[in-house]
């Protein structure tokens, strides 16, 4: 399970090896992608919070990059019963995820634009940009995975 010190020696030290790669050139994902996801994904850029219904709406599902398919957050069902922990309402306005469904699927890296130093977290296997995670989650990893929502896709049930 992540913490925040792991978090922080993979944003400054490298992340593990991804599943797999798909490295598509900019040009690819500009006509595959509609403009605003290209813009979030491609381009680091941030949706207005409380933009998508995704964002308080914590209901069993897998979540994956947009771009590739790679699942990356799970709030499935288990065992009959719901069990959204790893999906939770932040009050932030963006959805928000305790940690990624397994360790490679989402890459950390250190982001110190805007005046800030943040932890930028990214698809491992297409470079999306995602958002960011902070150290102020709920147990048990405290972690707060800050995504935007237009990064996401819910599987189907």
Request: glycine fraction near 8%.
């Amino acid at each position: 399970m992540l913490n925040w010190n792991e978090v922080l020696r993979r944003a400054r030290k490298g992340n593990p090896e991804p599943p797999r790669r798909d490295e598509r050139s900019e040009a690819e994902w500009r006509e595959t992608l509609p403009p605003d996801v290209f813009f979030i994904t491609r381009k680091a850029g941030t949706e207005r919070p409380f933009s998508s219904e995704m964002c308080s709406r914590v209901e069993p599902g897998v979540y994956g990059c947009v771009c590739c398919g790679t699942r990356l957050f799970d709030a499935s069902e288990k065992f009959g019963l719901f069990d959204a922990s790893e999906k939770f309402e932040s009050g932030t306005g963006w959805p928000s995820f305790t940690e990624p469904v397994e360790d490679a699927v989402v890459a950390h890296h250190m982001d110190t634009s805007h005046g800030m130093q943040r932890v930028e977290v990214t698809c491992s296997v297409c470079d999306a940009h995602l958002g960011h995670v902070f150290p102020d989650g709920p147990r048990p990893t405290g972690l707060r995975y800050c995504i935007n929502a237009l990064a996401l896709s819910k599987e189907s049930d």
